[in-house]
């Protein structure tokens, strides 16, 4: 099986429009972080799906 591949914060944002600071302030708008090697790291498929769901609200709030 094949390990997942992981993203960095900054990659996390980018992919999200945000900014580091809403990581830690807002920790819920970002799938579960991983911490590996004292760096924030996130499953680019749990990232995927954080954009889905988000995209979804975004659209029903319309």
Do not use: H
């Not at 760096?39 to 749990?46: A, L, M, S, T, W």
């Amino acid at each position: 099986m094949a390990l997942p591949k992981l993203v960095s914060l900054a990659e996390a944002c980018r992919a999200l429009s945000c900014s580091r600071w809403q990581f830690y302030s807002s920790p819920a708008c970002f799938p579960a972080p991983i911490k590996v090697g004292g760096r924030i790291k996130f499953r680019e498929d749990e990232l995927v799906a954080k954009i889905a769901e988000l995209q979804a609200q975004t659209a029903e709030n319309r």
